[in-house]
C-alpha cells in the first residue's frame, strides 16, 4: 500500500510571494495533519482536518491556511512568505486523526 | 501547557552496544506517547506508541520504551544498536486540544554509531 505522499518534494519562492503545498494521505485514512520543522527543531503542529472540516490550528498566522477535499487529500497554502517560513512541511494521516499518524517525505520550502 | 523535553541533543555509541534514549514529558492528561525516527531529508517514521496497558512497549526495528508515570518519562532503548540505527529520534506526546488529537514533539536526540 502506498504510504504518505506530498508534492513538490522541494520549492524555491522569494519573500512575498504565496505557496501551495498538495498532501495525499493513506488510503482509509480520514484525516489529514500538516506540521512545520525547521532546522533542527522538531515538528509543530500547524493544523488538522477530519471529513474536511478543520478540527485544530496551532499557534501559527492567518499566513497559513488549509483545506481537506472530498477525496481526502489536502492542501497547505502560505501567503505573504516570510525567510523563516523556510522548513519542511510534513503531512501526516491517520483514520480519525485519534489515533497514531503516518508523516509523508515532506515538502522542503527554501524562501529567499 | 504540554511539552516533552530530550534532554541529549547528540548521543553516540558503538555499534553493538546498547542505547537509551531519554524522554520527560508534561501533560496533565493521561498521555499518548510515541517515538519517531527521521533519516537525513526524509519524513518521520513510527517506531513506537504507548496509549494504555502495559507499560513496556515492543516497536519496529528492536526498539522498545518503557512508559513511567511517577517520573513523567518514555525512554527508548535498544539492546545492540545497528550502523543503520544512526538517524534523529523524535518523542512525542499526543494531546486533545478541542476536538483536534495533535503531536507535541520534543526537539529530537541525534544518535551517531560508530563502527
Known amino acids: 500500500d502506498a504510504g504518505v505522499t506530498q508534492s513538490p518534494t522541494h520549492l524555491i519562492k ?12 493513506i488510503s482509509g485514512h480520514k484525516s489529514v495533519s ?22 485544530g490550528r496551532g499557534n ?15 492542501e497547505l497554502n502560505v501567503n505573504a512568505l516570510l525567510l523563516g517560513d523556510s522548513a519542511l512541511y510534513l503531512c501526516a494521516s491517520s483514520f480519525t486523526g485519534y489515533n497514531e499518524q503516518f508523516f509523508g517525505p515532506g515538502t522542503r520550502l527554501t524562501v529567499l | ?19 537509551e534514549l531519554r ?7 493521561t498521555p499518548y506517547l510515541f517515538w519517531y ?6 519524513g518521520l517514521q513510527l517506531l513506537l506508541k504507548y496509549f494504555s496497558g502495559d507499560t513496556l512497549v515492543q516497536g519496529i526495528k528492536g526498539f522498545e520504551a518503557e512508559f513511567k508515570r511517577s517520573q513523567s518519562s518514555f525512554n527508548l532503548r535498544k539492546p545492540s544498536v545497528h550502523w543503520s540505527d544512526a538517524a534523529e ?21 541525534q544518535l551517531t554509531v560508530l563502527p
Open chain 2, 23 to 29: 524522554c520527560n514529558y508534561s501533560y496533565g492528561a
Open chain 2, 89 to 109: 529520534y523524535f518523542c512525542a506526546v499526543g494531546i486533545s486540544s478541542g476536538s483536534a488529537r495533535q503531536l507535541t514533539f520534543g526537539s529530537g536526540t
Open chain 1, 14 to 25: 522569494t519573500r512575498g510571494q504565496q505557496v501551495t503545498l498538495r498532501c495525499s494521505p
Open chain 2, 1 to 19: 501547557a504540554q511539552s516533552v523535553t530530550q534532554p541529549d541533543i547528540h548521543i553516540t555509541v558503538s555499534e553493538g552496544a546498547s542505547l
Open chain 1, 34 to 55: 500538516w506540521y512545520q520543522q525547521v532546522l533542527g527543531q522538531g515538528p509543530q503542529f500547524i493544523f488538522q482536518y477530519y471529513e474536511k472540516e478543520e478540527r
Open chain 1, 60 to 74: 501559527f498566522p492567518d499566513r497559513f491556511s488549509a483545506r481537506q477535499f472530498p477525496n481526502y487529500s489536502s
Open chain 2, 37 to 42: 525516527v527521521q533519516s537525513p531529508g526524509q
